[in-house]
Protein backbone atom coordinates (compact mmCIF):
# COMPACT_ATOMS: atom_id res chain seq x y z
CA UNK A 1 0.00 0.00 0.00
CA UNK A 2 1.64 3.11 -1.45
CA UNK A 3 0.95 5.86 1.77
CA UNK A 4 2.41 9.84 2.28
CA UNK A 5 2.36 10.92 5.88
CA UNK A 6 1.96 14.32 6.94
CA UNK A 7 1.71 15.57 10.76
CA UNK A 8 -2.05 16.86 10.63
CA UNK A 9 -1.03 19.54 12.73
CA UNK A 10 -2.22 22.63 13.15
CA UNK A 11 1.31 23.86 12.89
CA UNK A 12 1.43 27.64 14.83
CA UNK A 13 3.92 29.66 13.50
CA UNK A 14 4.64 33.28 14.38
CA UNK A 15 4.64 36.00 11.49
CA UNK A 16 7.82 36.25 10.09
CA UNK A 17 9.15 33.00 11.42
CA UNK A 18 9.98 30.08 9.38
CA UNK A 19 7.13 27.30 8.71
CA UNK A 20 8.38 24.09 8.70
CA UNK A 21 6.22 21.52 6.76
CA UNK A 22 7.63 17.69 6.30
CA UNK A 23 6.13 14.61 4.45
CA UNK A 24 7.58 11.06 4.16
CA UNK A 25 6.56 8.30 1.60
CA UNK A 26 6.79 4.93 1.47
CA UNK A 27 7.03 4.41 -2.80
CA UNK A 28 11.28 4.21 -3.64
CA UNK A 29 9.46 4.22 -7.62
CA UNK A 30 8.53 7.35 -7.13
CA UNK A 31 10.14 10.11 -9.19
CA UNK A 32 8.55 13.22 -8.46
CA UNK A 33 6.62 15.71 -5.52
CA UNK A 34 4.55 17.77 -5.14
CA UNK A 35 3.34 20.58 -1.91
CA UNK A 36 -0.31 22.04 -2.85
CA UNK A 37 -1.88 24.78 -0.48
CA UNK A 38 -5.48 24.55 -0.26
CA UNK A 39 -7.97 27.25 1.59
CA UNK A 40 -11.28 25.70 3.43
CA UNK A 41 -13.42 24.75 0.78
CA UNK A 42 -11.05 25.79 -2.59
CA UNK A 43 -9.23 23.27 -4.52
CA UNK A 44 -5.34 22.71 -4.43
CA UNK A 45 -3.22 24.90 -5.86
CA UNK A 46 0.84 24.33 -6.98
CA UNK A 47 3.14 25.32 -4.39
CA UNK A 48 6.21 23.71 -5.71
CA UNK A 49 7.82 20.53 -7.52
CA UNK A 50 10.61 18.50 -6.71
CA UNK A 51 12.13 16.05 -8.87
CA UNK A 52 15.94 15.61 -8.12
CA UNK A 53 17.46 15.00 -4.65
CA UNK A 54 18.55 18.39 -2.64
CA UNK A 55 16.89 21.83 -2.62
CA UNK A 56 14.60 23.99 -4.57
CA UNK A 57 13.50 26.86 -4.23
CA UNK A 58 11.18 29.83 -5.49
CA UNK A 59 10.69 32.97 -3.57
CA UNK A 60 9.52 32.60 0.14
CA UNK A 61 9.27 28.38 -0.63
CA UNK A 62 12.52 26.02 -0.63
CA UNK A 63 11.42 22.35 -1.42
CA UNK A 64 13.73 19.63 -0.59
CA UNK A 65 13.65 16.32 -1.17
CA UNK A 66 15.82 13.15 0.12
CA UNK A 67 15.16 10.06 -1.93
CA UNK A 68 17.16 7.92 0.25
CA UNK A 69 15.73 8.78 3.40
CA UNK A 70 12.00 8.93 1.33
CA UNK A 71 11.22 12.44 2.69
CA UNK A 72 10.10 15.66 1.26
CA UNK A 73 9.83 18.76 3.06
CA UNK A 74 8.39 22.73 2.45
CA UNK A 75 9.77 25.54 4.08
CA UNK A 76 8.23 29.01 4.47
CA UNK A 77 10.16 31.54 5.07
CA UNK A 78 9.17 35.39 6.08
CA UNK A 79 5.94 33.65 7.00
CA UNK A 80 2.40 35.54 6.50
CA UNK A 81 -0.91 35.26 7.68
CA UNK A 82 -1.85 34.26 4.17
CA UNK A 83 -0.16 31.17 4.44
CA UNK A 84 -2.78 29.77 6.87
CA UNK A 85 -3.99 26.76 4.61
CA UNK A 86 -3.97 23.15 4.93
CA UNK A 87 -0.60 21.96 2.71
CA UNK A 88 -0.94 18.64 1.14
CA UNK A 89 2.16 16.75 -0.09
CA UNK A 90 1.68 14.52 -3.11
CA UNK A 91 4.07 11.62 -5.31
CA UNK A 92 3.69 11.12 -8.64
CA UNK A 93 4.06 6.74 -8.09
CA UNK A 94 5.70 4.77 -10.27
CA UNK A 95 2.19 4.06 -11.91
CA UNK A 96 2.30 8.03 -12.48
CA UNK A 97 -0.52 8.38 -10.33
CA UNK A 98 -0.52 11.37 -7.59
CA UNK A 99 -0.71 10.24 -4.05
CA UNK A 100 -1.30 12.17 -1.46
CA UNK A 101 -1.04 13.31 2.22
CA UNK A 102 -4.27 14.20 4.61
CA UNK A 103 -2.75 17.33 4.97
CA UNK A 104 -0.91 20.05 7.44
CA UNK A 105 -2.88 22.41 8.76
CA UNK A 106 -0.59 25.34 9.24
CA UNK A 107 -1.90 28.65 10.75
CA UNK A 108 0.11 32.10 10.97
CA UNK A 109 0.03 33.90 13.87
CA UNK A 110 -0.21 37.37 14.13
CA UNK B 1 -5.27 31.70 -20.38
CA UNK B 2 -8.67 29.68 -18.80
CA UNK B 3 -7.77 27.34 -16.26
CA UNK B 4 -9.57 23.55 -15.77
CA UNK B 5 -12.83 24.48 -15.26
CA UNK B 6 -15.57 22.16 -13.79
CA UNK B 7 -19.21 21.85 -13.95
CA UNK B 8 -21.30 22.27 -11.94
CA UNK B 9 -19.81 23.98 -8.76
CA UNK B 10 -22.37 22.65 -5.78
CA UNK B 11 -24.70 19.98 -6.34
CA UNK B 12 -26.87 18.32 -4.20
CA UNK B 13 -28.92 14.87 -4.72
CA UNK B 14 -30.64 12.40 -3.01
CA UNK B 15 -29.61 8.48 -1.87
CA UNK B 16 -30.04 6.46 -5.00
CA UNK B 17 -29.61 9.34 -7.92
CA UNK B 18 -27.11 9.62 -10.29
CA UNK B 19 -24.81 12.22 -11.15
CA UNK B 20 -22.55 13.45 -13.61
CA UNK B 21 -19.89 15.82 -13.21
CA UNK B 22 -17.87 17.74 -16.06
CA UNK B 23 -14.45 19.21 -16.65
CA UNK B 24 -12.44 21.08 -19.50
CA UNK B 25 -8.55 20.90 -19.44
CA UNK B 26 -6.27 23.68 -19.60
CA UNK B 27 -5.92 23.84 -23.62
CA UNK B 28 -3.02 21.79 -24.62
CA UNK B 29 -3.30 19.66 -21.54
CA UNK B 30 -4.48 15.53 -22.96
CA UNK B 31 -4.53 13.98 -19.52
CA UNK B 32 -7.58 14.33 -17.46
CA UNK B 33 -7.52 13.07 -14.00
CA UNK B 34 -10.20 13.00 -10.91
CA UNK B 35 -9.97 12.83 -7.16
CA UNK B 36 -12.72 12.73 -4.36
CA UNK B 37 -11.76 14.63 -1.23
CA UNK B 38 -13.75 14.23 1.97
CA UNK B 39 -13.68 16.71 4.63
CA UNK B 40 -10.83 16.56 6.37
CA UNK B 41 -8.41 14.48 4.60
CA UNK B 42 -6.32 14.57 0.73
CA UNK B 43 -7.57 13.68 -2.54
CA UNK B 44 -8.04 10.20 -3.52
CA UNK B 45 -7.51 9.34 -7.19
CA UNK B 46 -10.41 7.81 -8.67
CA UNK B 47 -9.47 7.95 -12.30
CA UNK B 48 -6.93 9.07 -15.10
CA UNK B 49 -7.69 9.27 -18.94
CA UNK B 50 -5.41 10.43 -21.72
CA UNK B 51 -6.05 10.83 -25.10
CA UNK B 52 -9.91 9.52 -24.40
CA UNK B 53 -8.30 6.23 -23.02
CA UNK B 54 -8.26 4.94 -19.43
CA UNK B 55 -4.81 5.11 -17.90
CA UNK B 56 -5.77 4.44 -14.14
CA UNK B 57 -8.16 3.62 -11.89
CA UNK B 58 -8.44 3.92 -8.13
CA UNK B 59 -9.85 1.91 -5.62
CA UNK B 60 -13.28 3.13 -5.93
CA UNK B 61 -16.40 0.29 -6.63
CA UNK B 62 -18.14 0.20 -9.87
CA UNK B 63 -20.35 3.07 -9.15
CA UNK B 64 -17.99 5.24 -10.24
CA UNK B 65 -17.55 5.78 -14.36
CA UNK B 66 -16.07 7.99 -16.33
CA UNK B 67 -15.25 9.15 -19.90
CA UNK B 68 -13.31 11.51 -21.85
CA UNK B 69 -14.57 13.31 -25.09
CA UNK B 70 -12.14 14.26 -28.55
CA UNK B 71 -11.58 17.60 -26.90
CA UNK B 72 -10.06 16.29 -24.04
CA UNK B 73 -12.97 17.31 -21.51
CA UNK B 74 -13.97 14.29 -19.51
CA UNK B 75 -17.11 13.58 -17.21
CA UNK B 76 -17.13 11.77 -14.14
CA UNK B 77 -20.55 9.64 -13.52
CA UNK B 78 -21.73 8.53 -10.44
CA UNK B 79 -24.39 5.89 -9.56
CA UNK B 80 -26.85 4.51 -6.63
CA UNK B 81 -25.29 8.07 -5.20
CA UNK B 82 -24.70 6.87 -0.52
CA UNK B 83 -24.18 9.41 1.90
CA UNK B 84 -20.85 8.44 1.91
CA UNK B 85 -20.03 9.81 -1.58
CA UNK B 86 -20.25 13.54 -0.03
CA UNK B 87 -17.14 15.18 -0.98
CA UNK B 88 -15.24 17.49 -3.62
CA UNK B 89 -14.49 16.09 -6.52
CA UNK B 90 -11.76 17.61 -8.19
CA UNK B 91 -10.25 17.49 -11.83
CA UNK B 92 -6.81 17.70 -12.26
CA UNK B 93 -4.77 18.37 -15.76
CA UNK B 94 -1.69 17.86 -17.01
CA UNK B 95 0.00 17.71 -20.94
CA UNK B 96 0.94 14.01 -20.90
CA UNK B 97 0.21 11.09 -18.88
CA UNK B 98 3.44 9.36 -18.35
CA UNK B 99 6.15 12.20 -17.46
CA UNK B 100 6.54 13.18 -14.46
CA UNK B 101 4.46 16.78 -14.80
CA UNK B 102 2.55 18.73 -12.69
CA UNK B 103 -1.22 18.79 -12.05
CA UNK B 104 -3.39 21.64 -12.57
CA UNK B 105 -7.09 21.53 -10.58
CA UNK B 106 -10.26 23.08 -11.40
CA UNK B 107 -12.39 25.01 -8.70
CA UNK B 108 -14.03 21.48 -7.57
CA UNK B 109 -17.75 20.44 -7.51
CA UNK B 110 -18.73 20.37 -4.19
CA UNK B 111 -21.77 17.31 -3.81
CA UNK B 112 -23.63 16.80 -1.28
CA UNK B 113 -25.72 13.70 -0.69
CA UNK B 114 -29.15 13.24 1.55
Known amino acids: QKEVEQNSGPLSVPEGAIASLNCTYS??????FFWYRQYSGKSPELIMSIYSNGDKEDGRFTAQLNKASQYVSLLIRDSQPSDSATYLCAERDSNYQLIWGAGTKLIIKP | DAGVTQSPTHLIKTRGQHVTLRCSPISGHKSVSWYQQVLGQGPQFIFQ???????GRGNFPDRFSARQFPNYSSELNVNALLLGDSALYLCASSPTDTMPTEAFFGQGTRLTVV
Open chain 1, 27 to 32: DRGSQS
Open chain 2, 49 to 55: YYEKEER
